[in-house]
Nanobody, 121 residues
Framework: AQLEESGGGLVQAGGSLRLSCAAS????????MGWFRQATGKEREFVAA????????YYGGSVKGRTIISRDNAKNTVYLEMNALKPEDTALYYC???????????????WGQGTQVTVSS
């Protein structure tokens, strides 16, 4: 797999999780690494993205202020730290890559298989 997510799970509201995405050498060449999420019955939603130099990060409105994206190029890994989790954060979280500074789902690919995050109330 080009992108492989891990770190999802069940957490209580108010808790934290750290997701990881390990990229293959091929996928690590993309400038932008990002995260999207998709809740059951909803469209895929932009969460966060970071460029290769980690000097440009941007976040979706629903997670801004509660989420930190980071990247370790030596490990070909991107991280998503999520804090103050809410039940509405429950979704399948996907790692993805792009060479565009964009938050549009169509500008991203390849995609990982996703890791499930479930937040209980």
């Amino acid at each position: 797999a080009q992108l492989e997510e891990s770190g999802g799970g069940l957490v209580q509201a108010g808790g934290s999780l750290r997701l990881s995405c390990a990229a293959s050498e091929r996928s690590s060449n993309y400038d932008i690494m990002g995260w999207f999420r998709q809740a059951t019955g909803k469209e895929r939603e932009f969460v966060a993205a970071i460029n290769r130099r980690s000097d440009f990060k941007y976040y979706g409105g629903s997670v801004k202020g509660r989420t930190i994206i980071s990247r370790d190029n030596a490990k070909n890994t991107v991280y998503l730290e999520m804090n103050a989790l809410k039940p509405e954060d429950t979704a399948l979280y996907y790692c993805t890559a792009s060479n565009k500074y964009s938050s549009h789902v169509d500008d991203f690919g390849p995609w990982g298989q996703g890791t499930q995050v479930t937040v209980s109330s």
